[in-house]
């Protein structure tokens, strides 16, 4: 059998997860990761059903149901008035939920998890600069206190996010375009009776979405006509008061940001021994919330390629471009998914035939059809 050894750039979400995998499949592996801790801003809050079945798959799914909350449908709005219910109770066993769980705590949960497995493979306070393909080895040099380092691998996955450095060193043009939208989201104390329900509205003045986070906190999430530097709660309670009738105004406040959308791809995911993954590949809008979940179906789809490589290394470059257009393949449904969940979040979807169409989906078997679009199902090897 051959032996590899394997350097993930990026220890966030997808490259912590793709490290459990790897050292849970013996292979030699480390994860450079530049932070000296995890992140603490709230970005994802949800893990999908695809995904827990594959945490199920690894072993790892416990603490993360210990911390999460289930979300086991979401009702929509129509100008204050409810339209209809979607609910994830029919998606297939066990995981009929979205699980609400914040990403700096999913982080700690998969850190945690490696750590457990093998406590040297996480390197943090390692800053990766350049990075080359030598003579069938890939040579690293990193900075970690303020000294240089170099590392040498058979492979490199890039799993360092929207800046990556790997994706840059091997000149792959990252396309795609940045969107109009613009949002203002915040975690408040939940002071709504929806309990574990997530609630969307579309009003005339644009989206607003409120998810049910652990520890009594509530996501709100408003569409703003620009992008706010610096996001603010009076704004955003306001808007919020006038779209839902919820009034936040004496709720603590916990986190606060703003965020505009982008859609971009990486050209290809592989690249001689280069490989990526999450967001370093591909960038989806955070509406509908399937970024780091589409990132960890890369992680799964590149150790079974990496397993085929191991029997078979005459096969690494098909095997590489497999990965690559089956990755792509599925990034792009993603992204329309977002796109569509994004466009009718929009204040021109206030017009009449998209909200009769949509109370028409919501009270018929279609909106089955729309909780398996909202988690994840059908996407290329993963079951409807
Ligand atoms: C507002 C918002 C809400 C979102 N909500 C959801 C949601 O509900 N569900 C969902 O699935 N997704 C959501 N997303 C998307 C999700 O946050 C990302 O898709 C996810 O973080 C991607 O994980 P990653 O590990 O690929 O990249 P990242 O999280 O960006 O991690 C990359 C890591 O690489 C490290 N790194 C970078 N460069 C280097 C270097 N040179 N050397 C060493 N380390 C390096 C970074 O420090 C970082 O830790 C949301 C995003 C936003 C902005």
Redesign the pocket.
């Known amino acids: 059998m051959n032996k590899m050894d394997i350097t993930i750039?990026?220890?966030?979400?997808?490259?912590?997860y793709l490290a459990i995998r790897f050292v849970q499949n013996g292979f030699s592996c480390r994860v450079?990761?530049?932070?000296t801790e995890i992140?603490q801003h709230s970005?994802?809050?949800?893990?999908?059903p695809v995904s827990l079945d594959l945490f199920d798959q690894s072993g790892i799914t416990q603490p993360f149901l210990r911390y999460g909350l289930k979300i086991e449908s979401g009702l929509a709005f129509l100008d204050y008035k409810l339209a209809g219910e979607v609910s994830f109770r029919s998606c297939p066993p066990p995981h009929a939920y979205i699980l609400a769980i914040p990403?700096w705590k999913t982080?700690e949960i998969l850190e945690n998890k490696l750590r457990d497995l093998d406590r040297t493979v996480l390197i943090r306070g390692?800053?990766?600069?350049d990075i080359q393909e030598i003579n069938n080895r890939v040579e690293i040099s990193?900075t970690q206190e303020d000294e240089k380092h170099h590392l040498s691998s058979d492979y490199v996955i890039g799993?360092?996010?929207?800046?990556?450095?790997v994706r840059n060193s091997c000149n792959i043009p990252f396309e795609g375009n940045s969107y109009p939208d613009t949002?203002m989201?915040g975690d408040f104390e939940d002071n709504t009776e929806f309990g574990n329900q997530a609630a969307v509205y579309l009003h005339k003045k644009g989206l607003v979405e409120s998810f049910p986070l652990p520890s009594g906190q509530r996501r709100w999430?408003v569409k703003t006509d620009h992008y706010f530097e610096t996001p603010n709660v009076k704004k955003l309670t306001e808007e919020v008061f006038i779209r839902t009738g919820y009034h936040l105004g004496s709720c603590e406040n916990n986190m606060l940001?703003s965020?505009g959308v982008q859609h971009l791809m990486a050209k290809t995911f592989a690249y001689g021994r280069m490989v990526l993954?999450?967001?370093?590949?591909h960038?989806?809008s955070?509406i509908?919330?399937?970024?780091?979940?589409?990132?960890w179906l890369d992680a799964e789809a590149c150790l079974e390629t990496f397993l085929r490589i191991r029997y078979s290394p005459e096969r690494q470059k098909s095997e590489l471009q497999k990965y690559s257009n089956q990755q792509r393949r599925i990034a792009q449904q993603v992204a329309k998914r977002a796109n569509m969940n994004m466009v009718l979040g929009r204040k021109e979807s206030a017009n009449i035939w998209i909200r009769n169409g949509l109370k028409v989906v919501l009270n018929s078997p279609l909106k089955h059809l729309l909780a398996r679009l909202f988690t994840m199902r059908g996407l290329g090897r993963w079951p409807v």
């Open positions: 750039v990026g220890g966030g979400p997808v490259g912590l450079l990761e530049k932070r992140d970005k994802s809050l949800g893990i999908h990403q982080e390692a800053e990766v600069q990193y799993c360092d996010g929207k800046h990556s450095v949002y989201m999430v940001s965020f993954a999450g967001d370093a590949a960038i989806v955070p509908g919330g399937q970024g780091m979940n589409l990132g």
